[in-house]
């Protein structure tokens, strides 16, 4: 029971990522038709959203005390961050420790910038070409943002904590009543749980309750008779991309402290999240995000010692094993329209 | 000539030309003069340049005519290179062995994959090749062990059995050779300032380059390559007719795995070790690449494509800072720290960069490739011509639409 337990916690925090990234996808996908093989680099650049808003608070003036010395008998020289000197010490301090979860605000814009600008200025003009094109343009994209990612910020992962507030792990069977010490959780992987159950709910409100989510859930269905009615869908679907792009960009932010972000994050990811939406069915929504946590769960449970001891490298290969079979014997995927890219 | 018609005869003339004489051409600069680190004729790169021409070629037959797009190929490279290093160990340090096995291996690991992929098609049957090719990567490295060597990549060891061969020579493993002629042996020539290198693995590759290239040749202009065309066109039109399409594919499928099996095996024939790293989707995506930016469908294309993307990944990346400040030494500082910091990011380890760059540029306007490019403007240069000729009173501009239109 422990043990099943810690399995599906464990395969929460990656589940979700998947989640986060084929809702995205997905949401792309059933408005503009475009298969978006850069969705894996707004990922990555969300997690450089909080690398970046995380060096410019960092960012310090030195000063030289002249009281004290340093090994050498010269002044000591101080760093101090301007947060620090504009704010106080302890509320600077408390800003550049809790800078990830702020880059969310920085994020936001952009990402909503980064994905206006990618909308208009290059998918637009591959609506009407077939997907092979779509994927290889996007594919190419995806390059060039890896690749200028690497240039301002190097190779190497770069590091960055989460608050401290969030920083240890807890006992997650103690407070549920079993045995302590079974089930240890670091905090920040629940964070990002919740995080990501409050983005996919929002989304999926948005889309249900308002106004502009019923037009978007008719173009969706029908692009044609929405447009004959004199709603202008394109725009509304390229805001659609716009609110992707920051799903992404957000789940991105809040990875960062769970796996230090580098430059190739994006592509690890894209590739098991394209699975995951063709596993979820392409086009469906709640799909992508079930089979998400699902492969994000069934991976867990594979790398498992119990079960790695009866089929080794299962846990390698689980997520590929199950499209394999999902995409022969349900061509629409686990929650597929009907009609919807079954060939 | 040859079962060819005079335009293919020409092509496939010139591309024998300039791999038999790749070490001239490719060697245009004098040693030790400024350019001669964009020299490209040393044995290494060469080989490169001709097995990645021999993989895209094959990837090119698959993808080109059928418009099948295949993320998984670099598997059956990997799959050929273990196969290859594996008769080398086994049975002896000639090459044909070594290179047939790999082909067969590969051929056959495409009848298991392309059967269960090609049951979809469009972005389902890219992801289930990719899914594919990732599960053989990860086999490789982790439970395959055994076989494969894990991380350490497969190497020949000493005490290999060897069973037809000499197992070892003064006590190192003797070189991979054809026959006596090791694949390492080099001639030197040099004439005035200039050095040229004619490397014997080059031109065993060469040899079957021209080999591949001329099947290839024959594949596209045969009843079976127009079937394929025919998929890539319209398949659905293709089943209403009453044709099954699936053998057509199939067969394509397997080819385009044997190419790359041969293109694994004369890898292990040049250098004889095999790692996982050559099946990772990057390596698929970098033939995908290649077939794209020479232009998919073409003859020429893609081998095209597979030099120019080597020709960068090995001489543009050693350009550095200092080179770089050398080339504009002769300008003002001012304009030259700017120059330098405009043109650094694209070009030495950002030439990944300058890639991606190409890579959109061709996608978004040449959707044909390099090979579209050069149409293009012969076609360009041919309308100049006759609308001299029609002032002159000459052949008219509709003859020669059509000629290019074919």
């Known amino acids: ?343 | 000539m040859l079962g060819l018609n005079k335009k293919d005869t020409t092509l496939l003339f010139i591309v024998v030309f300039m791999t038999l004489f790749a070490p001239f051409i490719l060697n245009p600069f004098p040693v030790g003069s400024q350019l001669a680190q964009f020299n490209a004729g040393y044995p290494d790169l060469m080989q490169r340049f001709v097995i990645f021409g021999i993989f895209a070629i094959g990837f090119n037959i698959l993808f080109g005519l059928t418009g099948y797009l295949s993320f998984g190929h670099a598997a059956f490279l990997g799959v050929g290179s273990y196969a290859g290093v594996w008769m080398m160990k086994l049975l002896s340090m000639n090459v044909i062995p070594a290179i047939l096995m790999s082909m067969v291996v590969a051929g056959l690991f495409s009848v298991l994959v392309g059967y269960i992929c090609l049951r979809r098609s469009g972005i389902y049957f890219s992801i289930l090749t990719l899914a594919f090719a990732q599960m053989s990567f990860s086999l490789a490295y982790s439970v395959l062990t055994p076989i494969t060597n894990g991380e350490t990549g497969l190497q020949l060891g000493l005490n290999d059995p060897r069973i037809l061969g000499v197992s070892q020579v003064e006590g190192s493993i003797p070189p991979a050779n054809l026959f006596g002629i090791a694949m390492r042996d080099s001639y030197e020539l040099t004439l005035g300032g200039w050095a040229f290198t004619f490397n014997a693995g080059y031109y065993l590759c060469a040899v079957v380059m021209i080999v591949a290239f001329y099947a290839a040749i024959r594949i596209f202009r045969s009843p079976f390559g127009l079937m394929l065309k025919a998929v890539k066109s319209n398949q659905q039109r293709m089943n209403y007719t009453g044709l099954n399409s699936k053998p057509y594919t199939f067969a394509a499928f397997v080819i385009s795995g044997v190419y790359a099996g041969l293109a694994g095996g004369l890898m292990v024939a040049m250098d004889p070790l095999a790692g996982a790293e050559r099946m990772q989707w990057t390596a698929s995506g970098e033939v995908v690449l290649m077939t794209i930016l020479g232009g998919a469908g073409t003859l020429f294309g893609p081998v095209l494509g597979a030099g120019f993307i080597k020709y960068f990944e090995n001489i543009f990346s050693k350009i550095n800072e200092n080179v770089l400040h050398q080339w504009f030494a002769a300008l003002p500082d001012s304009i030259e720290n700017v120059l330098i910091a405009v043109v650094y990011p694209f070009i030495g380890k950002g030439w990944h960069l300058t890639l991606g760059i190409m890579f959109m540029l061709v996608v978004i306007f040449l959707p044909g490739g390099i090979m579209e490019g050069i149409q293009r403007l012969v076609n360009l240069f041919k309308r100049r011509r006759t609308t001299d000729d029609e002032r002159a009173g000459g052949s008219s501009a509709l003859a020669n639409n059509a000629k290019a239109a074919e």
């Open chain 1, 1 to 343: 029971m422990d043990a099943i337990l810690l399995q599906i916690l464990n395969g929460l925090d990656k589940g979700s990522a998947y989640a986060l990234i084929a809702l995205g996808l997905t949401l792309i996908f059933g408005t503009l038709g475009v298969v978006n093989f850069a969705h894996g680099a707004l990922f990555m650049l969300g997690a450089f959203c909080a690398v970046t808003l995380n060096n410019i608070l960092s960012l310090s003036f030195t000063t030289i005390d002249p009281d004290r010395t340093d090994f050498l008998g010269n002044p000591l020289k101080v760093e101090t961050p301007y947060v620090e000197s504009w704010f106080g010490p302890e509320i600077g301090m408390a800003i550049i420790q809790w800078s990830v979860p702020l880059s969310i605000l920085f994020a936001i814009p952009v990402m909503v910038m980064v994905g206006l600008i990618m909308e208009r200025g290059l998918i637009k003009h591959f609506y009407r070409r077939p997907h092979a094109d779509q994927i290889l343009v996007t594919f190419g994209l995806a390059i060039v943002l890896q690749e200028i990612i690497k240039y301002f910020f190097g190779a190497n992962p770069i590091p960055t904590p989460a608050p401290p507030a969030f920083a240890g792990s807890f006992d997650f069977g103690a407070s549920l009543g079993l045995e302590p010490g079974q089930i240890i959780y670091p905090y920040w992987r629940l964070v990002y749980f919740s995080f990501a159950a409050v983005i996919i709910a929002a989304v999926f409100c948005f889309l249900r309750y308002t106004t502009f989510g019923m037009v978007v859930r008719a173009g969706m269905a029908d692009r044609e008779t929405v447009g004959f009615l004199g709603i202008n869908i394109n725009k509304r679907f390229t805001i659609m991309f716009a609110i992707a792009a920051i799903v992404a960009g957000l789940a991105g932010v809040m990875y960062a402290p769970i796996n230090s972000p580098n430059y190739h994050m994006g592509m690890d990811f894209l590739v098991l999240s394209f699975v995951v939406v063709v596993v979820g069915g392409m086009g469906s929504l709640a799909g992508a995000v079930l089979a998400g946590f699902l492969l994000g769960i069934l991976e867990s449970f594979a790398s498992m010692a119990q079960v790695v001891a009866l089929l080794p490298g299962i846990n390698q290969i689980i997520i590929y094993l199950v499209a394999i079979i999902v995409l022969l014997t349900r061509p629409r995927g686990l929650m597929g329209r009907k009609g919807v890219m079954e060939d």
